[in-house]
Structure formats: structure tokens, C-alpha cells
């Protein structure tokens, strides 16, 4: 199946006005590892923020309620940190209390997706909603829905935000700037990977069998084409397998490769691969210790 992108409907009070302009205009540069590419590649710097100002404005006018933060409880944010360490998040996300990982600090362990971007992204509604259904905004993501209940979620969220988390009055659109902005949103082709309900669903730009595997997004140096920061290796296997054309995987092969994509294996084992790495071994716990290690 093909990745669905995020759903915007609504991203304009799930996500802060000043990193939504930020993160349009410089997906990389705003959250790393981030999927999304660079789509204004021919801009300059200064009208590319102009763009991504006006799509910004254009997105908020479409939410049906204005980005707003509340305060954070202190209780909260404690409860929060008990469950960050010990639902699971620390497969997937680093520990953050780096007194019980060790000599090692959290900043320090690898491969780990980052969450340092929360604070200035989500509202504390926002985040805990995520946290709730992550589905329901990433469809394709591999965020999984944890099983938390309501405040659970907004605990973690309280936690991941932080005490140093700013509360700001509902945010506005700037009118003269919503035209522009669906105008731009329109011509570079938005709406081909983000569908917005009103706007008319467009096709992919090029059809898989037209690329060409010299230009465009496979180029070291795309210009007029979405910029994806691919590494040099990353656009050889592409190009490998454009050329190879369509190739059918053993069953093994493609359950290894689901596996480690939605990163199971960072709880679970499956023959020689996966399971809990030693230093965030610590956090697996039960509360039925004589059950063993598949209790665990």
C-alpha cells in the first residue's frame, strides 16, 4: 500500500503557528529524520518563508478551532514521567531520566527518534490527542496507539512538554494571507499528498514508470522538484530498483522487513534479530515478576 502523508484537516490548532511556517519552509531544518521534503527548492530563502507563511495562514483559516496552549500540572508532569518509562515509549524513544540509564546520558544513545521539537510543535490538547489516537492524524505512521487512556495521554504529554512550556492566547489567521496561501497550495501540488476537505484530491506529479533517474527528486541536486535529502547509497538502491522493476520478497523477507520498519523489534525477538537492548532493558517491568520474561 502506498504511505498516506499526515492528515492537515485541523493541523491549524494541533500544531503551533510558528512551527508550522518554520517546518513548511524547512521541513530538515525544523524536525529531523522528517519524511517531508523540501518542495520550494528553486526559492530563495526569503520568499520560500513568504510561501510558507501564506500556506501556514492558508491551513490555520481551515481548522475549525484556534492553537491555544493551557498550563501543565506539576503532578502531572511526575505521573507523566513514570509512564513514559515504563508503558513502552522507551523502545522507540530515548529514556530521559539520565540518572537511571547511567553513565550514559539520553542525548547519547543512538537510534532513537527524537522528541526534542515537542515543546514548541504541540498544545497540551493537541499532544495528548495524538497520544490518544496517533492513527487518526498519521495513518501510515509508525507511531502505534499504545492503549492509553485519556489522561494517561495527557499525562505523557504533560511530561514531553514540559514545565518550561509556554501557554499563548488562540491563534488567528491573517485574511489577507489565506488566498495567497491556497493559491500556493494549489500549484505546488500540496493536495496530491495532504488531502484537504473542499479541495480537489490532484494526481502524483510523475507516474513511476516516466522518472527519470538522473533528475528531478533523484538528483544530488534537485531543482522545480521536492528535495527528500536522500544520501548518495539512498539514491542507488532507488535507481537499483527502478531498474530491476518489481521483485516479490519471500515471506520471510517481508515480514523481516515489516518488522524492523515498525520497529517491533524494539521489544520483541524473531529468530536470530530484535529484542530490548541492554541499556533500555531496565525499563521493561511487570507487575508479575514469577511470570518470567515473557511477562516482562
Known amino acids: 500500500n502506498n504511505k498516506a502523508a499526515p492528515n492537515l484537516n485541523d493541523v491549524g490548532w494541533r500544531v503551533s503557528p510558528e512551527f508550522l511556517r518554520r517546518f513548511i519552509a524547512d521541513p530538515a ?6 519524511t517531508m521534503p523540501q518542495v520550494f527548492t528553486e526559492m530563495p530563502r526569503e520568499k520560500r518563508e513568504e510561501v510558507a507563511d501564506a500556506i501556514s495562514q492558508f491551513l490555520i483559516s481551515q481548522s475549525s478551532t484556534s492553537f491555544h496552549r493551557d498550563s501543565i500540572a506539576q503532578g502531572d508532569i511526575d505521573k507523566g514521567s513514570e509512564l ?3 508503558v513502552g515509549c522507551v523502545a522507540c524513544h530515548q ?16 537510534g532513537f ?3 526534542e521539537h515537542l515543546p514548541e510543535k504541540y498544545s497540551l490538547l493537541s499532544l495528548s490527542q495524538f497520544l490518544h489516537q496517533p492513527l487518526s492524524v498519521r495513518p501510515s505512521g509508525r507511531m502505534p496507539d499504545m492503549g492509553l487512556n485519556s489522561e494517561e495521554a495527557k499525562s505523557i504529554a504533560s511530561y514531553l512538554l514540559g514545565a518550561e512550556y509556554e501557554v499563548i492566547e488562540p491563534a488567528q489567521a491573517e485574511g489577507s494571507q489565506v488566498e495567497a496561501g491556497k493559491e500556493y497550495f494549489l500549484t505546488y501540488n500540496c493536495a496530491a499528498c495532504h488531502p484537504l476537505d473542499g479541495l480537489k484530491n490532484l494526481p502524483k506529479v510523475v507516474e513511476k514508470d516516466r522518472l527519470d533517474s538522473n533528475a528531478g527528486c533523484l538528483s544530488p541536486n534537485p531543482s522545480h522538484a521536492p528535495d527528500f535529502s536522500l544520501s548518495s547509497d539512498q539514491r542507488a ?7 530491476t522493476g518489481e521483485v516479490t520478497p519471500s515471506v520471510n523477507d517481508k515480514i523481516a522487513t515489516t518488522l524492523t ?21 531496565l ?14
Open 283 to 296: 525499563y521493561f517491568k511487570t507487575s508479575e515478576p514469577s511470570l518470567g520474561e515473557e511477562a516482562r
Open 29 to 34: 531544518e525544523t524536525q529531523p529524520g522528517t
Open 95 to 110: 529514556p530521559r531520566d539520565a540518572a537511571t540509564v547511567g553513565a550514559t546520558a539520553p542525548a547519547e544513545l543512538p
Open 84 to 86: 513514559f518509562h515504563s
Open 113 to 115: 527518534i527524537g522528541l
Open 237 to 243: 538502491a532507488i535507481k537499483k530498483a527502478l531498474v
Open 261 to 281: 520498519a515498525f520497529n517491533c523489534i524494539g521489544c520483541h525477538v524473531r529468530d536470530d534479530y530484535g529484542g530490548v537492548p541492554p541499556k533500555t532493558n
